[in-house]
C-alpha cells in the first residue's frame, strides 16, 4: 500500500466512512434475489428428480448422474470465472454468468432424452458456478468492516428462501404440470436477475487494484450521495500501483497456504454432507415410506426451518465471531444429520432433519461470510471461486455416493455425510483464524501483515473453540 498522506484514505476507510446506508441495502435485495435464484436453479433438479426418473426410465446410479451434471458445471465454471473475474472485472463477469445460467436453464426445461439433459444441466452450471463467488465478493467489497460478517451471512440466507422457493413451486407444479415448466419457472427468474444487474457498478476496490483509480473513486463518491454522506473527495484515495495480476498459485503463498487448506477441506465436506443430504432429500423421504405430495411438503418444512439458522448465524458471527460459529454449527449439524440416520419414527425423522437443516444452512452462511475475509482484492474471487470448485467436486461425489449407498443401506449414507461433517469441524479449529473487524485487504502483502498479527495474538492467548 502507498504510504498515506495527511487526511488520505484507503478504499476500506472510504467504505468504513460512507457506511452502511441505502446503496448497502439496495446492493443487498439485488443481490438477494440472485442469490435465491441460484438456490432455486441447484435445488430444482432434485425436486424434479422423481418425475424425470418416470419419464427417462432412469436407474438409481443415472439419476446420481443427473443431479451431478450441474455440479460438474460449477466446478468448471467457479475456477474458471472466480480467476476470470480478477482480470476482467466483477460486474461484467457476474453478467455473463448469469446470462449463461439463464439460456441454458431454460433450454433444460426442453431436453428430449436424459443425454441432453446432461448436456445442458452441466452449462447451467457453468454459469451458476461463475454467479456463486462473484455474488459475494461484489457484496463484500462495497461493506464496512462493522457487522461486515453479520450482512454477508444476511445474503447467504436468500439461499434458503431460494429452497422454500424451489420446494414450494415443486410442491405446486409437479404433481400437476410435471418437472419441465419448474425448470423453466427458475431460468426466468435468472433472466429477471440479469436485467436487474445492469444498473450495480463496479467494485472500486476491483479498480483500484487495477489501477483505475478515477473511477474508483467516481464510484464511492456516487455511493457516498446515495447514502447521505459526504463525497470522499478529490486526491484524497491512497492506493497502491497495480502489480503483476496474480493467479492460482498466489493462494498457496507462505501468509495464505494455511487459510487455503482449511478452505478448501472445509468447503469440499460440507459441500459432500449437504449436497448428498439434500439432492436425495425427496427421494430418502420416498424410500421412508412417505408418498410425493407429504414428501414435496415435508421438504419445505426443511427448507423453512434453514432461515432461523441464518438469522442466529448472522448474530453470533459478530458476537462470538467467524471461525467459533462456523465450528460450533458444524458440530451440530454433524450431530443431527446423524439422529436423522437412525430415527425410526416420524417424529424423530422431522426433528433430526430440521434441526440438521437450521445448523447446516447456518454452517453454510458463516463460510460464506468468512471465506472472502480471508484474501486480497486482487486474488478475492480466484479465492473464491477455487474454494467454490471444491465444494462443486463434492458436489458431484455426494449423489453419485448416495446413489450407491442408498439402496444398499440409508442409515450408511447418511452416516457418511455425518461424518463428513465432524471432518470439517475439525479442520476449523485446528487451522482456522479469526477475521471479525478486519479490514478487507487488498495485495498478498497486507494480507501477510493480518495474518501475523493474528498469530502473534494466538501465541499469547489459548483460541478455544
Do not use: H
Not at 419419464?55 to 460438474?72: H, K, M, N, R
Not at 448436456?119 to 457453468?126: D, H, K, N, P, S
Not at 404440470?177 to 463496479?202: D, Q, T
Not at 454432507?273 to 430418502?284: A, H, N, Q, R, T
Amino acid at each position: 500500500m502507498a504510504t498515506q498522506g495527511a487526511g488520505s484514505l484507503t478504499v476500506q476507510d472510504a467504505i468504513d466512512r460512507i457506511g452502511f446506508g441505502r446503496f448497502q441495502k439496495r446492493l443487498l435485495g439485488v443481490s438477494g434475489v440472485t442469490w435465491a435464484a441460484d438456490a432455486a436453479e441447484v435445488f430444482l433438479i432434485a425436486f424434479a428428480l422423481p418425475q424425470i426418473v418416470i419419464d427417462f426410465d432412469l436407474s438409481t446410479f443415472e439419476s446420481a448422474v443427473a443431479v451431478a451434471a450441474t455440479f460438474v458445471g460449477m466446478l468448471v465454471g467457479a475456477w474458471f470465472w472466480g480467476t476470470t473475474a480478477d482480470r476482467i472485472g466483477r460486474r461484467k463477469g457476474f453478467q455473463i454468468t448469469i446470462g449463461v445460467f439463464a439460456v441454458f436453464g431454460l433450454l433444460s426445461a426442453f431436453a428430449p432424452n436424459f443425454y441432453w439433459l446432461l448436456v445442458l444441466r452441466a452449462l447451467t452450471g457453468f454459469g451458476l458456478g461463475g454467479a456463486v463467488p462473484l455474488d459475494f465478493s461484489l457484496f463484500a467489497e462495497f461493506l464496512p468492516r462493522r457487522n461486515r460478517g453479520r450482512w454477508l451471512v444476511i445474503l447467504e440466507s436468500f439461499w434458503g428462501v431460494g429452497m422454500v422457493a424451489a420446494a414450494g413451486l415443486a410442491w405446486i407444479i409437479v404433481p400437476s404440470l410435471g418437472w419441465r415448466p419448474l425448470l423453466a419457472v427458475s431460468a426466468l427468474a435468472g433472466a429477471l436477475v440479469f436485467w436487474v444487474r445492469l444498473r450495480i457498478p463496479e467494485s472500486p476496490r476491483w479498480l483500484a487494484s487495477q489501477g483505475r483509480n478515477e473511477e474508483a473513486l467516481a464510484i464511492l463518491d456516487e455511493v457516498a450521495r446515495y447514502n447521505g454522506q459526504p463525497e470522499i473527495g478529490r486526491g484524497r484515495l491512497e492506493i497502491a500501483r497495480p502489480g503483476e495480476q496474480p493467479g492460482v498459485k498466489a493462494l498457496w503463498t507462505p501468509s495464505l497456504v494455511r487459510a487455503t487448506a482449511m478452505l478448501w477441506i472445509v468447503w469440499f465436506f460440507i459441500a459432500l454432507s449437504y449436497y448428498g443430504l439434500f439432492s436425495w432429500l425427496p427421494s430418502i423421504f420416498v424410500e421412508r415410506g412417505f408418498d410425493i405430495v407429504k414428501t414435496y411438503g415435508y421438504t419445505l418444512l426443511l427448507a423453512v426451518a434453514s432461515l432461523p439458522g441464518y438469522f442466529s448465524a448472522a448474530w453470533l458471527v459478530e458476537k462470538w465471531g467467524r471461525q467459533r460459529t462456523l465450528a460450533v454449527y458444524l458440530g451440530a449439524s454433524a450431530v443431527f444429520t446423524y439422529v436423522y440416520a437412525v430415527a425410526d419414527s416420524v417424529g424423530l425423522i422431522l426433528t433430526g432433519a430440521c434441526l440438521m437443516s437450521f445448523f447446516t444452512l447456518g454452517a453454510w452462511a458463516s463460510l460464506y461470510a468468512y471465506t472472502p475475509e480471508l484474501y486480497p482484492t486482487n486474488i478475492r474471487t480466484t479465492g473464491m471461486g477455487a474454494a467454490s470448485g471444491m465444494a462443486r467436486i463434492a458436489g458431484v461425489a455426494a449423489p453419485l455416493i448416495g446413489g450407491l449407498l442408498i439402496p444398499v443401506s440409508l442409515v450408511a449414507a447418511l452416516t457418511v455425510y455425518a461424518v463428513s461433517f465432524a471432518i470439517a469441524t475439525v479442520t476449523v479449529v485446528g487451522l482456522g483464524r479469526e477475521t471479525r473487524e478486519e479490514a478487507l485487504a487488498d495485495t498478498v502483502a497486507e494480507e501477510a501483515g493480518a495474518v501475523a498479527g493474528t498469530r502473534s495474538r494466538e501465541r499469547g492467548n489459548v483460541v478455544t473453540v
